[in-house]
């Protein structure tokens, strides 16, 4: 599995809020298959096979416009591991159990 980290900013907008913009984008993630998705206060990260994702980013590019955005930018950060199943969970946990083991650096 793959993981994209997405953060879509609609530009010229005429206000500073975007909450509505996010929201409208949680919606339309709701409504995709094949994917996990988690969002945070800067950024969704998704979680499925990369050509799936891809799809999905194309389409969540597309919500601000829908809404009446003029412009609209997406930056998109891809982790394609294939040496190993990894998710958004794994990689939590991996930290997680690093913070449990005694810190060498003190």
């Given at each position: 599995?793959?993981?994209?980290?997405?953060?879509?900013?609609?530009?010229?907008?005429?206000?500073?809020?975007?909450?509505?913009?996010?929201?409208?984008?949680?919606?339309?993630?709701?409504l995709?298959?094949?994917?996990?998705?988690?969002m945070?206060?800067?950024?969704?990260?998704?979680?499925?096979?990369?050509?799936?994702?891809?799809?999905?980013?194309?389409?969540?590019?597309?919500?601000?416009?829908?809404?009446?955005?003029?412009?609209?930018?997406t930056?998109?950060?891809?982790?394609d591991?294939?040496?190993?199943?990894?998710?958004?969970?794994?990689?939590?946990?991996?930290?997680t159990?690093?913070?449990?083991?005694?810190?060498?650096?003190?």
């Amino acid at each position: 599995m793959a993981l994209a980290e997405i953060t879509i900013v609609p530009i010229g907008t005429g206000s500073t809020s975007l909450s509505s913009y996010v929201a409208d984008i949680h919606r339309a993630l709701e409504l995709q298959s094949g994917i996990q998705f988690e969002m945070t206060s800067m950024s969704t990260i998704i979680e499925g096979p990369l050509e799936r994702l891809l799809e999905v980013i194309r389409v969540l590019h597309e919500v601000p416009f829908l809404q009446g955005a003029e412009r609209v930018s997406t930056s998109i950060k891809i982790d394609d591991r294939r040496d190993k199943e990894g998710s958004i969970v794994q990689k939590m946990r991996s930290v997680t159990e690093k913070l449990t083991q005694p810190d060498v650096l003190m």
